[in-house]
């Protein structure tokens, strides 16, 4: 069975501090593996895509690294602000007997000022 | 360019009745995938759409269904609802190249079931 877990549940961090999300998956035929961030009654922004043959992306203070052997992804943030608080999902796509993107549960962020 | 419109945004139903909703994907963007967000059960995938063609689908009972037109619009409709079928539906298109695939979702409708 396909399934994906993000560690911690929720994590409160003083602004400022560097922080890392994590998320574990079964499986290692995967297509890519999608990083977004959700804020409270809103809709998914994707942050970051990594495809399967890539080891990391990077934008702006974020940096997210791939790991298939492991079934690993972290989500690094720099620097982190306020306006980072918001729940970060991992989202990995499966490509077997076709497309399917299974969610992990989320991370709740919380930036205090 | 425009991006992944849901109407409606909000909707109230009660028990026993059938809804329809429905997605508008980015321009150029032939699959479109479904989801439901509930505080319990997070994320879950519904089903895929490509090309007018069903792709894949979840685990969500019969109730639930889809489609999509030639024009990569897609509706999902739910029949004889449930309390427990109140939650965010979440629509989410992409395109995929030889080498990547990004999925962008629109804001989703959120659905109350009385």
């Known amino acids: 069975k396909q399934e994906v877990t993000q560690i911690p549940a929720a994590l409160s961090v003083p602004e400022g501090e560097n922080l890392v999300l994590n998320c574990s998956f079964t499986?290692?035929?995967?297509?890519?593996l999608q990083w977004f961030r959700q804020d409270p009654g809103k809709g998914l922004t994707s942050l970051l895509l990594i495809q399967s043959s890539q080891r990391e992306q990077t934008s702006g203070r974020l940096n997210a690294s791939l790991d298939k052997s492991s079934g690993r992804s972290t989500l690094y943030i720099a620097a982190s602000q306020p306006g980072d608080s918001a729940t970060y999902l991992c989202a990995v796509r499966f490509n077997t007997g076709g497309f399917k993107t299974i969610f992990g549960a989320g991370t709740r962020l919380f930036v205090k000022a | 360019k425009a991006g992944v419109t849901q109407t409606p945004r909000y909707l109230i139903k009660t028990r026993g009745q059938q809804v329809t909703l429905s997605c508008s994907p980015i321009s150029g963007h032939r699959s479109v995938s479904w989801y439901q967000q509930t505080p319990g059960q997070g994320l879950q995938f519904l089903f895929e759409?490509?090309?007018?063609?069903?792709?894949n689908k979840g685990n969500f009972p019969g109730r639930f269904s889809g489609r999509q037109f030639s024009n990569s619009r897609s509706e999902m409709n739910v029949s004889t609802l449930e309390l427990g079928d109140s939650a965010l539906y979440l629509c989410a298109s992409s395109f995929r190249d030889e080498s990547s695939e990004t999925q962008y979702f629109g804001p989703g409708t959120r659905l109350l079931v009385l």
């Open positions: 499986d290692s035929a995967i297509y890519n």
């Open positions: 759409y490509f090309s007018e063609t069903q792709r």
